[in-house]
């Protein structure tokens, strides 16, 4: 990073960021730096497009790529075999009934090609605090039952602003863990008829989960709409009740 000139944000958490076509081509996305994690900042940037990514030791990095990464929730794709593997597990998937253990499992995934975690304890703390105010949520797949005493098997978390959610990470403690969390969480949404789902990053993994690289103006003139909505803040236990995988199948 070194050399590099950016904008620095406003000590005010409520200050807005430089609009997300300003956004460096190399790196791609790398738009401001500075600011904090507060929740009034972090809806702010999500909200339009924006996320912070950053690594230990490093100020605080906010980024909106270009092409960017999603799912439309009612197209996402499990291969034939998978779903042949779902309809024989008895695994069933939750929401926000242990965010804080998602987080921590994310965290301490191996990634490829990747030393450490950018889920920092700053970062940690940052969700959690967001999940209180109802806004941050978790997906958890469990070996048995929905009550909370089965297994952690895979999950991911995110953000939800209006009927828009803003994934961040998942992990898998089985094989297929993250996947039958990532179905179930895009059935739930085309449910409750939030139309797409951000997974931030293009890669080779996600389009053959079904993501779609769109250009970054078409997602935040998208997304203008959808975080504009008066879908209220709170927690998805309920709504999201105990979803058994094998319904995921087909």
Known sequence: MAGLRL???????????????AAMRE???????????SPVRLVNAYAH??????????PILWW????????????????????????????VATADTAFDAVVAACASAPRTGQRGTWITHEMREAYG????????????VRESGGDGGGRIVG???????????????????????????????ATSLAGWGWPLLDAQVENPHLRTLGAE??????????????????????????????????????
Do not use: C, N
């Open 7 to 21: 904008p620095v944000l406003d000590a005010d958490p409520a200050s807005p960021f430089p609009p997300a076509e």
């Open 27 to 37: 790196p791609d996305g790398l738009l401001a730096a500075g600011g904090d994690l």
């Open 49 to 58: 497009g924006i996320f912070p990514w950053y690594s230990h030791g490093q």
């Open 64 to 91: 909106s790529p270009d092409p960017r990464m999603v799912f439309r929730t009612d197209a996402a794709h499990l291969s034939r075999r998978f779903r042949r593997t779902l309809r024989a597990l008895p695994w």
């Open 129 to 140: 605090a967001l999940h209180r105010l109802g806004y941050a949520h978790s997906v958890e």
């Open 155 to 185: 999950g991911l978390y995110g953000v939800a602003v209006g009927r828009m959610f803003f994934a961040e990470s998942m992990f898998s403690a089985r094989s297929g863990g993250s996947k039958a969390a990532l179905a179930a969480l």
């Open 213 to 250: 690289a769109w250009p970054r103006g078409r997602f935040i003139a998208r997304i203008a709409e959808l975080v504009a909505s008066d879908a209220p803040a709170g927690t998805w236990t309920a709504r999201f009740g105990a979803l058994p995988v094998s319904a995921l199948a087909g």
